[in-house]
């Protein structure tokens, strides 16, 4: 799988496109349905600003520096908070959304732990490793614990959903994990971050499931 400057402004011109419309989907049919329906353009502004690294790889230019430190705060601190966060909005079940209330606490301090680590670092490196890039923050690995979170986080409230397309999402989340842990360790956030922004287009028809379930609750004669 190869990934360039090219790449990243298309996938990020495509989810930009997709996750307009999947906000106005939302905030038209299910306005708890938001938190999920921004995913795509969050990955829309992490690919665009993965395309300026590329470009800084063969044209740096001052303060390029400052677009590797964005992209790896967007990875290491929205992500953990987001997802929880989104679930707890779109969670109908009293129960299940303290649980999501609770994981995205989990996430912010997690989110201040890494911020805290990306403060004190000694610069960002980035270099390419197997045609993707990998990233290497000059601060000490966090603990393995601290890894294990992050991906609890990040797809528990997602495979966990009772909506079809989120689980899958959550499922597509996962595997891709694991692939670009085994395919490219160095670069595995890089090459998770393009694939999770792709599948991220299922959250589409998340909502389009949703919405068609408040159809069917408010017209049960409908079934």
């Given at each position: 799988m190869c990934y360039s400057l090219g790449a990243s402004i298309n996938a990020g011109c495509a989810l930009a496109v997709i996750g307009a419309a999947t906000v106005h989907r939302?905030?038209?049919?299910?306005?708890?349905?938001l938190g999920f329906a921004v995913f795509p353009l969050v990955f829309s502004v992490h690919q665009f600003v993965e395309g300026v690294v590329w470009w800084s790889l063969e044209r740096p230019f001052e303060g390029d520096e400052i677009f590797r430190y964005l992209y790896t705060m967007i990875a290491f601190l929205v992500w953990p908070v987001l997802t929880p966060l989104a679930a707890s909005i779109a969670e109908p079940d009293a129960r299940r959304k303290r649980i999501w209330k609770w994981m995205c606490g989990c996430g912010g301090l997690l989110a201040l732990y890494l911020g805290f680590l990306l403060a004190g670092a000694d610069?960002?490196?980035?270099?390419?490793?197997?045609?993707s890039l990998a990233y290497d923050p000059g601060f000490d690995r966090p603990p393995l614990i601290a890894d294990l979170a992050y991906l609890?986080?990040?797809?528990?409230?997602?495979?966990?959903?009772d909506n079809r397309a989120?689980?899958?999402?959550?499922?597509?989340?996962?595997?891709t994990f694991v692939y670009s842990l085994?395919?490219?360790?160095?670069?595995?956030?890089?090459l998770w971050c393009m694939s999770a922004a792709m599948f991220s287009l299922i959250v589409s028809f998340g909502i389009r499931e949703r919405a068609r379930s408040?159809?069917?609750?408010?017209?049960?004669?409908?079934?």
């Amino acid at each position: 799988m190869c990934y360039s400057l090219g790449a990243s402004i298309n996938a990020g011109c495509a989810l930009a496109v997709i996750g307009a419309a999947t906000v106005h989907r939302a905030l038209r049919h299910d306005r708890r349905m938001l938190g999920f329906a921004v995913f795509p353009l969050v990955f829309s502004v992490h690919q665009f600003v993965e395309g300026v690294v590329w470009w800084s790889l063969e044209r740096p230019f001052e303060g390029d520096e400052i677009f590797r430190y964005l992209y790896t705060m967007i990875a290491f601190l929205v992500w953990p908070v987001l997802t929880p966060l989104a679930a707890s909005i779109a969670e109908p079940d009293a129960r299940r959304k303290r649980i999501w209330k609770w994981m995205c606490g989990c996430g912010g301090l997690l989110a201040l732990y890494l911020g805290f680590l990306l403060a004190g670092a000694d610069g960002v490196a980035a270099s390419v490793v197997g045609h993707s890039l990998a990233y290497d923050p000059g601060f000490d690995r966090p603990p393995l614990i601290a890894d294990l979170a992050y991906l609890a986080l990040t797809v528990v409230p997602l495979v966990s959903s009772d909506n079809r397309a989120l689980r899958l999402f959550g499922a597509m989340v996962f595997v891709t994990f694991v692939y670009s842990l085994l395919h490219n360790r160095a670069a595995w956030y890089s090459l998770w971050c393009m694939s999770a922004a792709m599948f991220s287009l299922i959250v589409s028809f998340g909502i389009r499931e949703r919405a068609r379930s408040r159809v069917d609750e408010m017209n049960p004669s409908m079934r």
